[in-house]
């Protein structure tokens, strides 16, 4: 059974790392299980089940929020900024340290630069 619900574990949410089900016998009538990603350690609560079935952790690993407006603008900002700014160009949009970013700053410079990008492509 367990074989069946490693090759349906989606990859971890967090860095796409490769998740591991993990089942030990915890008392001697429970076994906990628990999904774990080999990369970054994100994981599930462990969930004792006095019948050792591990399709509870399975099922909580590849449940996922849907992403909201918000997110994905965000990640998009992200995407933006990782690929087009780095040192100067960060310090020219306001950014001084990591904590002094905000959306704003960000959007406005997603906007100066949208032209730059558009010209390049030609």
């Keep these: 059974m367990s ?10 949410p967090f860095c796409g790392g490769k998740p591991k089900l993990i089942t030990r016998q915890c008392m001697e009538d429970c ?5 774990e990603c080999t990369r970054c350690d ?28 918000s997110d994905e603008k965000d990640a998009k900002r992200l995407d933006w900024l990782m690929h087009n ?14 904590g002094n970013c905000d959306r704003e700053c960000i959007d406005a410079a997603i906007s100066a630069n949208a ?6 492509e030609s």
């Design 3 to 12: 074989e069946d619900i490693k090759r349906v574990l989606k990859p971890c």
């Design 31 to 35: 076994v906990d299980s628990y999904v």
């Design 42 to 69: 994100a994981r599930t609560a462990g969930c004792e089940d006095a019948y050792g079935d591990p399709t509870y952790a399975a099922n909580e690993w590849n449940t996922r929020a849907a992403p909201s407006a």
């Design 85 to 98: 700014l780095g040192g100067k160009a960060l310090f020219a949009i306001g950014v001084v340290t990591s």
């Design 115 to 120: 032209g730059k990008d558009k010209e390049e």
